[in-house]
T-cell receptor, first 112, second 109 residues
Framework: IAGITQAPTSQILAAGRRMTLRCTQDMRHNAMYWYRQDLGLGLRLIHYSNTAGTTGKGEVPDGYSVSRANTDDFPLTLASAVPSQTSVYFC???????????FGPGTRLTVL | GQNIDQPTEMTATEGAIVQINCTYQTSGFNGLFWYQQHAGEAPTFLSYNVLDGLEEKGRFSSFLSRSKGYSYLLLKELQMKDSASYLCAVIDSGYALNFGKGTSLLVTP
């Protein structure tokens, strides 16, 4: 692994289903983030983690949960997907909370 | 709340210079980033300003005025591959990164 990876690349999901988007980084960065990007709205922060074992809410956290059991992984879970969660999801990491963020390739999620 | 404004779209000619402006009103300030994002790809880091003044990096330069809540990204010797979205992002007092909606730049021959 080089950098930050996300899985799946894309997914079509029925409304009401549970879905976990995976994010893994091998840069030993302390901070990790989840964003969603929607046309006309830009990148919006969903949840973040300053360090393993801690998480915080961003601008649009409702309907999403995260965990940070270790430094490398930061999964994002949609407990019961709704069509408004159709978006492109980017995971990012940085070595400190106010440093340059490196972005994963994104997951394109469609909820029908 | 946070407010970060950028023009929605700009068009410039190959070989020319273009300036993309960003104004911000945030609760505190801990730095400003510019990212480039090509269609269908992830954002990539271009520059970081935390003090007033101009930061130059090759064909790209970024300027910051904290007292005016203003930054610009200057792209020189434009190339076709510079067609992309340019995202201005500000770190506020809570160390959250707040993104503007991005400026879509089209470089024409």
């Amino acid at each position: 692994i080089a950098g930050i990876t996300q899985a799946p690349t894309s997914q079509i999901l029925a409304a009401g289903r549970r879905m976990t988007l995976r994010c893994t980084q091998d840069m030993r960065h302390n901070a990790m983030y989840w964003y969603r990007q929607d046309l006309g709205l830009g990148l919006r922060l969903i949840h973040y983690s300053n360090t393993a074992g801690t998480t915080g809410k961003g601008e649009v956290p409702d309907g999403y949960s995260v965990s940070r059991a270790n430094t490398d992984d930061f999964p994002l879970t949609l407990a019961s997907a709704v069509p408004s969660q159709t978006s492109v999801y980017f995971c990012a990491s940085s070595d400190r909370i106010n440093n340059e963020q490196f972005f994963g390739p994104g997951t394109r999620l469609t909820v029908l | 709340g946070q407010n970060i404004d950028q023009p929605t779209e700009m068009t410039a000619t190959e070989g020319a210079i273009v300036q993309i402006n960003c104004t911000y009103q945030t609760s505190g300030f801990n730095g400003l980033f510019w990212y480039q994002q090509h269609a269908g790809e992830a954002p990539t880091f271009l520059s970081y300003n935390v003090l007033d003044g101009l930061e130059e990096k090759g064909r790209f330069s970024s300027f910051l005025s904290r007292s005016k809540g203003y930054s610009y990204l200057l792209l020189k010797e434009l190339q076709m591959k510079d067609s992309a979205s340019y995202l201005c992002a500000v770190i506020d007092s809570g160390y959250a990164l707040n993104f503007g909606k991005g400026t879509s730049l089209l470089v024409t021959p």
